[in-house]
């Protein structure tokens, strides 16, 4: 995969949770979880777009885990909300 293919995959990730996000309910536990999912979708996106712009190896290294640390925890968050 591209580096552009993969920046459209994590952006399009990122509006697609936007999206659903606006449609689960009002409860305090829903709308709790699905703010933190914002969050970290959103994050991966923009990490990946850091990671691009590295300065060093390490540097981009460093970003992609975060971004990898991100798409983990969305992952984990839409688990616990299809369990709820």
Do not use: W
Not at 26 to 43: G, M, N, P, V
Not at 55 to 84: P, V
């Amino acid at each position: 995969m591209k580096p552009n293919q993969l920046e459209e995959r994590l952006i399009q990730f990122a509006i697609d949770v936007i999206l659903l996000c606006k449609k689960i309910d009002k409860s305090f536990a829903s709308e709790h979880l699905a703010k933190q999912l914002i969050r970290s979708a959103t994050s991966s996106a923009l990490n990946y777009g850091e990671a691009r712009g590295g300065e060093s190896a390490r540097d981009f290294l460093h970003k992609m885990k975060i971004c990898l640390k991100e798409l983990r925890e969305s992952l984990i968050n839409m688990k616990i909300q299809k369990g709820a």
